[in-house]
C-alpha cells in the first residue's frame, strides 16, 4: 500500500524531500545533544505527548 | 461541511443558555477523550511494555505519516466515515451537547483525516500510563473545543464569531496538514534519538 507518488520527481517535491529530511535531521541532532546518551526523563514524553494531542485537537476542528 | 458547534449557537435565546450548551458539549467531550485516552494506555502497559522496540517502531511511523502530511507519501490512515446523527439535536437543547461531546472526543468513531490524532492514538498506547493518556485526552478535546472560542470571543457578536472562528479552522486544511508534516517530522526525529539513546 505505502507507494511514493506518481509525480515524485517534480522539483518541487524533491525540495520539498530535502526540506522534510533537513527538519527530521535537526531535530534528532538537536535532540541528541540535549539528552546525550542517557534515556530522557518520563516528563520529557509526556511534554511532547501533550503538545501532540493540542495539535490533534486543533486540527481536528476542520473536521467539527 | 456541517459544524457541530453551530446548532449550540444558534437559536439559543439568551448568553446563559449558550454558555451552558457550549459547556456541556466541551465537559462531556473532555470526559471521553480522556477515559479514551486511560483506556488506551492501560492496553498499551498491558502489551507493550516488554517490547523493546516500541519507541523506535513509533519513531518510524511518526517520520513516515509526516512525511505523507506534507504529500509526499501515500499511505492509508486508519479512520471512520461516521457522522454524528443529527436526530440526536431532537433530543434537547441541553441532552444532545452532551451526546455530541461525548461522540466527538472518543475520536476514533468520526471522521480524523489528520494523522496527528492517530499518532496520538498510538503515542498513548505506547507510554503505557493511564494519567499522561488521561491528560492527552484532556488536551486534545480542550485544543478541539476551545480553539473556535477563542476566537469567537475575539468578535463583537460572540456567536457569530464562534462560527466565523470555526469556519476560519476548517478552511485552512492546508495550513492544518502543514503543520502536521512539519510538527510529525521534528517529532519523530525527536523521537528517534531517544529511541536510540
Sequence with gaps: VLSIQSRQLSWPRVRLLGAYVITVASAYAAAKSVVGPARPPIHALAILGILLALLAGVSATCTA | ?197
Design chain 2, 1 to 197: 461541511m456541517i459544524f457541530v458547534i453551530g446548532p449550540l449557537v444558534q437559536g439559543a435565546s439568551n448568553r446563559r443558555t449558550r454558555f451552558v450548551k457550549v459547556g456541556a458539549y466541551i465537559s462531556a467531550m473532555v470526559l471521553s477523550a480522556s477515559v479514551l485516552g486511560a483506556s488506551v494506555s492501560i492496553i498499551g502497559h498491558s502489551i507493550l511494555r516488554q517490547v523493546p522496540i516500541t519507541w523506535l517502531a513509533l519513531a518510524v511511523g511518526i517520520l513516515l505519516y509526516g512525511a505523507r502530511e506534507l504529500g509526499l507519501l501515500r499511505l492509508p490512515l486508519p479512520q471512520s466515515s461516521w457522522q454524528v446523527p443529527r436526530v440526536w439535536m431532537r433530543l434537547g437543547p441541553f441532552v444532545y451537547p452532551l451526546l455530541y461531546g461525548l461522540a466527538i472526543g472518543i475520536g476514533v468513531l468520526t471522521r480524523a483525516p489528520f494523522a496527528s490524532f492517530q499518532t496520538m492514538v498510538a503515542w498513548q498506547l505506547a507510554m503505557g500510563s493511564v494519567g499522561v493518556g488521561a491528560a492527552m485526552g484532556a488536551a486534545y478535546a480542550i485544543a478541539r473545543g476551545s480553539a473556535p472560542l477563542l476566537l469567537g470571543l475575539t468578535a463583537s457578536d460572540p456567536s457569530l464569531g464562534l462560527l466565523r472562528g470555526t469556519r476560519w479552522i476548517a478552511e485552512r486544511q492546508g495550513l492544518w496538514r502543514l503543520a502536521n508534516g512539519v510538527f510529525l517530522g521534528l517529532l519523530g526525529g525527536v523521537l528517534t534519538s531517544i529511541a536510540l539513546a
